[in-house]
């Protein structure tokens, strides 16, 4: 099952996506995260899901690497939903023991569950579509400004281009240890939840050292090429911005319009 997680990969492309300036697509990537946290009614919502539908289809990656980022957090949005859908107020239509279904219940797990799927498939998109080098350079340009206060812009940027690119690596070890365990005789998908949990306390270990073992080899090859930060750095890229950067940040902007426009007409439901 580790093996099918595509979260953090990056596919070469040349969709429209692909071709956007990476700082255009992280502030919209921003302004949408932030926007599918206020949607109170179902239109408000449906516009998130067909804009994120939208996305989907013009990004060029097949849907089926979509649903693979989803498998990371299926059971944590299934226990979300359970809960958010026994916690609502009103009065009730079913009731049991300390269990209370009401419609608010039902509203809120609808919304809980939509959104963290529609905040995944975002994030999805945006990994999918942008390399770690162009984010690594798009954080570090949005950021410059906080540098005058000596904030560690590159090495923030840098760090967190690091954590991306390796999450593809760290899975595949991951995958890789499971399968040695399993050759050596241990059952990992076998009984309860937690005899699987302590069946994995093998795997962790290593893991770990793997990481850290990956981590000092990363800082002395950066080292030996003389790495030292941001300053007076060149890059093989330059950044710059087009029509279709500023027409994504428009099209963003009126999807935000749009979604206050339903908050202010229509009646909220949670």
């Known amino acids: 099952m580790v093996r099918d997680v595509s979260f953090g ?9 692909h071709r956007i300036d990476p700082r255009a697509k992280l502030l919209c990537f921003i302004a949408f995260v932030v926007v ?16 994120m539908v939208f996305l989907v289809a ?23 939903s359970v809960l958010n859908l026994f916690y609502g107020s009103g009065e009730a239509i079913w009731e049991w023991w300390i269990l209370r279904l009401t419609w608010n219940g039902i509203h809120r797990a609808v919304f809980v569950t939509v959104r963290i799927i529609c905040l ?13 080098t162009e984010l690594t350079d798009a954080l570090e340009r949005l950021m410059k400004p906080l ?5 560690p812009v590159h090495e923030i940027a840098m760090m967190m281009s690091l954590a991306l690119r390796f999450v593809p690596t760290l899975l595949e070890e991951t995958d890789k240890l499971m399968q040695a365990q399993k050759a050596r005789g241990a059952d990992m ?28 080899d990363i800082a002395t090859a950066m080292e030996c090429r003389c ?6 750095r060149t890059r093989m ?4 911005m087009s029509a279709r950067d500023i027409i994504a940040m428009i099209a963003t902007a009126l999807l935000i319009g749009g979604v206050i426009v339903c908050n202010l007409l229509l009646a909220s439901v949670i």
């Not at 946290?37 to 067909?50: C, E, K, Q």
């Open 9 to 17: 990969q990056y596919f070469p492309g040349k969709s429209l996506l």
């Open 120 to 132: 995944i498939l975002a994030s999805s998109c945006l990994t999918f579509t942008t390399s770690p």
């Open 58 to 80: 013009v990004s060029g990656i097949a849907p089926k690497f979509y649903f693979k980022s989803l498998k990371v957090i299926l059971v944590v949005v299934l226990i979300t």
């Open 237 to 240: 890229k330059i950044l710059h």
């Open 227 to 232: 790495y030292r930060g941001g300053s007076g």
């Open 189 to 216: 998908e076998s009984g309860g939840f937690f005899k699987r949990v302590r069946s994995l306390i093998p795997i962790l270990i290593p893991l770990f050292v793997s990481a850290f073992r990956r981590a000092y």
């Open 147 to 151: 540098a005058k206060i000596h904030f």
């Open 36 to 51: 599918i946290f206020f949607t109170f009614n179902y239109a408000s919502l449906g516009l998130i899901v067909a804009a």
